[in-house]
Structures are given as structure tokens and as C-alpha cells.
């Protein structure tokens, strides 16, 4: 079939949105119609070419909400009508990451993805006849695209598709690194440092979780206000003080855990050493740049520290997105102020725009209409 997609040809320039052909789901895959996707820093990171392993040309996109259209051979958890929220991060329930709670980095298609290729090791993108590849095993810049079962979460028909495709990245990844990383406790304090998707999410999962402190760590005071929205009981400015603030707010200790959310090496630090001797637990959701490494004093350690790293919250997707997607229709989310600008796929690069200005914690480009 003829779709339309946004096409990443060459790094460091804009997407083109172009026709281009998507083969049937084979054995084992889905053909979804995408209704919704974010535009997350990882689309942006790629695009720019600063990303050593980014391939081009691609379609990128992978923060989509959809609805099953056919499915491919021996296809058993999904079947046509279906909502799906798509999963960079797949679950296989076979392999022995899969099978141990522990961790969520599901073993079975990894290669092939990040290769941008379909678990078989072909693309179903294609055009003139010339190989397409898929970008995270996803690539939902695009009316309609062919995933593995295994990286489909079905979700509940009543979630409105804009604030359930935030799940497929930023806002899980937050979630799950209070939830199921850090394991927040009951009247603990937290600080979260950070306030974009995945901070804001970090937030949310420390309300959940029943924190009786947050502490909101960020630049921006309009960002700040919105983490105050999620939960945040106090906020401070980052800067070269945030750990002596941090420390004063809470006697001296530190908090029991602490959330980086920026991507910076000296804030994943700062992360370490606010977090409590005896307990304190600092959990690391941002993604550093290449090469770069994290500077720790090991006193911090042998009193007791630890540091932990979560990558999209440690989120067993087909398990848990379901659920935090009823916890979010029960009201224990609020959503609405992340969607900040509403776009269409013609409007790509502008979601990039927007990001790159930090206007708005997340866009989402709508399909229902193009
Ligand atoms: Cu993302
Ligand atoms: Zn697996």
C-alpha cells in the first residue's frame, strides 16, 4: 500500500514527507494505522546525525498511538480493531530478561532493530523498490506502519489516542523509573531533576507512589509551575547549588531518592550526591551524549549511596502500559498539560522547532485527517 510518511534523508536536515510503499504485516506482525505520535528528543537526536548509529534514509517516530488494520500470520494478542500503543521497548515473555522481574530489555529482536530492520532481518518500507528502514522498530511518522506483535501494547478503546501514545516514551519512562526502578516508598522525599516528559512523569510516579515530599529541580519556572501540577510539594532552580539547596531543604541528608531527567553528566552527579546517606538512591533516566562519562566521588558510594540506571522505566510494555493507561482514565494522571501543541504530519519539523526552543513539553502530530 501507498502511505504517507516523514522521512529522514539526510542528517542534520529537515524531514520529507513523501509517499513512499508499506509492504502486508508478515508471520508474527501488525499493520497499524497511526492516530497519534509525539515528537520526542530521540527522533531529534537521530535527525541531527549526532546519533553514532542513526541510518538514513528512515522514518522515524516512535511515540505512536494506533489502531490495528490486519495482522500478519500466527498474530494471537491483537486482532484488527484493536488500540495499540507502540513499544521501542518490546516484551517477548520468552526470553530470560523477559522471564525475570528484574529488568524490562526484552533479548528477542534486538539486534535487527537497532539495525532498522523488521525481526527477520527485512523492511517493509520501501521506495521505487529500494529498501526503507524502520527507525526503533517503530517508525510512526507515518499514516500506517508494520510492527512485531510483540511490540504492540492493546490498550483500553476508551483512552483518547493524543495522551496515549505519551506512553510510548517520555511519560512511561518517568513513571516507571519511581514506580518500578526506584520502588518509591510510602512518605518518602524525592527529588526529581529535570522537568520535561520524563521529569514531570518521575514526578507523577513519586505521587503515586505515595512520596510525602517532591522536589522539583529545573531552569525554567514555567516548567517548574507544571511539575508543582504533577505532585512537585517544592521546586528550586538547577544550577552549581542545587545539591546545598537540596540539602538544606531536608535537614542536612539528603532526599531517600533522587531522579536525573536531562541527559547531563554533572546533573546525573548532582543526582548522586543529594540523595541520602545510609538509602539514598539516585536513578538516572537521561540519555548522556556519546562518550561522555559520570564523575562520582566513591565516598558517596560506601556510605551507602546507589545509583541506578532505567531505561523506559523499566517498563515491561505489553504488561504495564495497559495499566498505567487505566490509571491515567481512572484520574490518577493528568495529561493535559503535556500536550502542548497539536500538529499534523506536514508540521514534523516544527515539532522538532518547538522542542529545540523548549516551547511545551510535548507536541503531538494527529492523523485522523490527513
Ligand atoms: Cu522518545
Ligand atoms: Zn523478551
Redesign the pocket.
Known amino acids: 500500500m501507498k502511505i504517507r510518511a516523514a522521512v529522514l534523508e539526510e542528517f542534520g536536515a529537515p524531514l520529507e514527507v513523501q509517499e513512499l510503499d508499506l509492504a502486508e504485516p508478515k508471520a508474527g506482525e501488525v499493520l497499524v494505522r497511526v492516530e497519534a505520535c509525539g515528537v520526542c528528543h530521540t527522533d531529534l537526536y537521530t535527525g541531527s546525525g549526532a546519533d553514532p548509529s542513526g541510518y538514513a534514509p528512515t522514518v522515524l517516530g516512535h511515540e505512536g498511538a494506533g489502531v490495528v488494520e490486519r495482522v500478519g500470520d500466527g498474530v494471537a494478542s491483537v486482532a484488527p480493531g484493536d488500540h495499540v500503543v507502540t513499544l521501542f521497548s518490546?516484551?517477548?515473555?520468552?526470553?530470560?530478561?523477559?522471564?525475570d522481574e528484574r529488568t524490562n530489555l526484552?533479548?528477542?529482536i534486538r539486534e535487527q532493530q537497532n539495525r532498522g530492520f523488521l525481526p527477520d532481518g527485512t523492511t517493509r518500507l520501501s521506495r521505487d523498490g529500494e529498501p526503507v528502514r524502520h527507525f526503533m522498530g517503530t517508525s510512526t511518522f507515518a499514516e500506517y506502519t508494520v510492527m512485531p506483535e510483540?511490540a504492540l501494547a492493546k490498550i483500553t478503546p476508551d483512552a483518547p489516542l493524543d495522551g496515549a501514545c505519551l506512553f510510548a516514551c517520555g511519560l512511561s519512562t518517568g513513571l516507571g523509573a519511581a514506580i518500578n526502578t526506584a520502588k518509591v516508598q510510602p512518605g518518602s522525599t524525592c527529588v526529581v531533576f529535570g522537568a520535561g516528559m520524563v521529569g514531570l512523569g518521575a514526578v507523577a510516579g513519586c505521587r503515586l507512589q505515595g512520596a510525602e515530599r517532591i522536589v522539583g529541580v529545573d531552569l525554567s519556572d514555567e516548567r517548574l509551575e507544571l511539575a508543582r501540577g504533577q505532585g512537585a510539594t517544592d521546586t528550586i532552580r538547577g544550577g552549581p547549588d542545587a545539591v546545598q539547596q537540596i540539602l538544606e531543604l531536608t535537614g542536612g541528608f539528603g532526599a531517600d531518592y533522587t531522579f536525573e531527567a536531562t541527559g547531563l553528566v554533572d546533573v546525573m552527579r548532582q543526582a548522586l550526591e543529594s540523595a541520602r546517606m545510609g538509602w539514598g538512591l539516585a536513578t538516572v533516566c537521561g540519555v548522556a551524549g556519546k562518550g561522555e562519562t559520570l564523575d562520582v566521588v566513591p565516598r558517596f558510594l560506601i556510605t551507602g549511596r546507589r545509583i541506578a540506571g532505567s531505561s523506559f522505566g523499566g517498563v515491561k510494555g505489553r504488561d504495564q502500559v495497559p495499566q498505567l493507561v487505566d490509571r491515567w482514565l481512572a484520574g490518577e494522571l493528568d495529561l493535559e498539560p503535556f500536550l502542548s501543541h497539536r500538529l499534523t504530519l506536514d508540521d514534523v519539523n516544527r515539532g522538532f522547532e518547538l522542542m529545540e526552543r523548549q516551547d511545551g513539553i510535548r507536541s503531538v502530530i494527529g492523523f485522523a485527517q490527513t
Open positions: 518490546p516484551q517477548c515473555r520468552e526470553c530470560i530478561h523477559c522471564r526484552c533479548l528477542a510483540i
